[in-house]
């Protein structure tokens, strides 16, 4: 049994509208109705990467938008997409961007004054 694609595109966009939230799978599952197993073998097999991947991917690109673009703090933006401390914040985007959110702050152009 599989799912049909508009199924996974609305609970991709689901997922997108609820990036300001800490997201668990658990949740994602409750709100989909399927066991968080099969929910995530479908993601897997529809997107090519685990929800949990897909979920931290995009809140880390998000968070690098918003280094950017904004002048907020490092803590009030691991906050804003749900990290647990801006310590493991700080962690998990140096081993995505190879640099300290400070650091890609200060190397990236910023768009605001």
Do not use: C
Not at 79 to 87: A, K, L, N, P, W
């Amino acid at each position: 049994m599989s799912m049909p694609a508009h199924f996974m595109e609305s609970l991709i966009e689901w997922i997108e509208d609820n990036m300001d939230k800490p997201l668990r799978i658990e949740d994602v599952a409750k709100h989909s109705g399927y066991s968080k197993w099969y929910l995530q073998r479908m993601f897997t097999s529809t997107t090519g990467k685990s929800m949990g991947t897909y979920i931290r991917d995009r809140k880390l690109m998000l968070a690098a938008d918003d280094l950017m673009n904004t002048n907020d703090r490092i803590v009030d933006i691991s906050e804003r997409y749900g990290f647990d401390s801006q310590q493991s914040f700080t962690r998990i985007f140096g081993k995505k961007y190879n640099v300290s959110p400070s650091a890609y702050r200060k190397n990236n152009v910023r768009q605001v004054a």
